[in-house]
């Protein structure tokens, strides 16, 4: 069973960086896929990147050049860098894992933890 459990996130301000961390508590097998969802109220939740064991990656186009997914495949741990930061990045971010770059199947999602970009 997959256990997510996120840390990271808070308040910056526009073109600041923060790092947000997740990392799978019982880490019973090595997870395919894992990344980051993020959703704002009233809105789907949306992907914002992913990364597969053989270190392909998906991100969405608004965050391109901006964000960097990485991880660590033995402990089922991965991190997003996200630079540049803008307003419009300001959501509950959600870490997933599961067998695609997308969420049609979810083992697990973390508990969620605020971004908010504002001066």
């Known amino acids: 069973q997959v256990q997510l459990v996120e840390s990271g996130g808070g308040l910056v301000q526009p073109g600041g960086s923060l790092r947000l961390s997740c990392a799978d508590s019982n880490n019973a097998f090595t997870v395919y896929a894992m990344g980051w969802f993020r959703q704002i109220p009233g809105k789907p939740r949306d992907l914002v990147a992913a990364i597969t064991t053989p270190g392909d990656t998906r991100y969405a186009d608004s965050v391109k050049g901006r964000f960097t997914i990485s991880r660590d495949e033995a402990k089922n741990t991965v991190w997003l860098q996200m630079d540049s930061l803008q307003p419009e990045d300001t959501a509950v971010y959600y870490c997933?894992?599961?067998?695609?770059?997308?969420?049609?199947?979810?083992?697990?999602w973390g508990q969620g933890t605020q971004v908010t970009v504002s001066s």
């Open positions: 997933y894992a599961g067998p695609e770059m997308n969420d049609r199947i979810v083992y697990a």
